[in-house]
């Protein structure tokens, strides 16, 4: 699995800073170049930016894609971060969602300096 390191490491960057990132921000800062008025470039940076928390998941670190949200007003992540939580955890994401628990996950994790130094640059071209 190819995991674009430069969406993990915005994500990390979100996470230190305890915020999120809009999906259109991310395309912005990134120059992905994805037109969000093309299905097929919608469905395509959800896939990019599971990836890589299906990479974090696999190393046992949260779901960095939970700080990815929408831009409308609850600015919220989207039906395939759920489906992708339930699919890794096997449980029930709607009480975690509802309490922010994949975020402050993410703050806290990545707000460690040891686990920062030693995760931040994790061979993400592995597998």
């Known amino acids: 699995m190819f995991i674009d390191r ?10 230190r800073e305890k ?3 809009t999906y259109s921000l991310l395309n912005d800062e990134l120059e992905l170049g994805f037109d969000f008025r093309i299905a097929d470039d919608r469905v395509d940076i959800g896939l990019d930016i599971e990836d890589v928390s299906i990479f974090e998941h696999e190393k046992g670190r949260p779901l960095l894609s939970a700080l990815v949200v ?21 449980v029930d994401w709607k009480s975690k969602k509802k309490n922010r628990g994949y975020e402050k996950e993410c703050y806290a994790f ?3 300096n ?14």
């Open 19 to 21: 915020s999120t990132v």
């Open 6 to 15: 430069q969406i993990r490491e915005r994500l990390i960057k979100a996470a």
């Open 110 to 112: 990545w707000g460690d």
């Open 114 to 127: 040891d686990n920062y130094k030693k995760f931040r640059d994790d061979d993400t071209s592995a597998d």
């Open 70 to 90: 929408s831009s409308g007003a609850k600015k919220t992540q989207g039906s395939g971060f759920n489906k992708l939580c339930e699919k890794l955890d096997g």
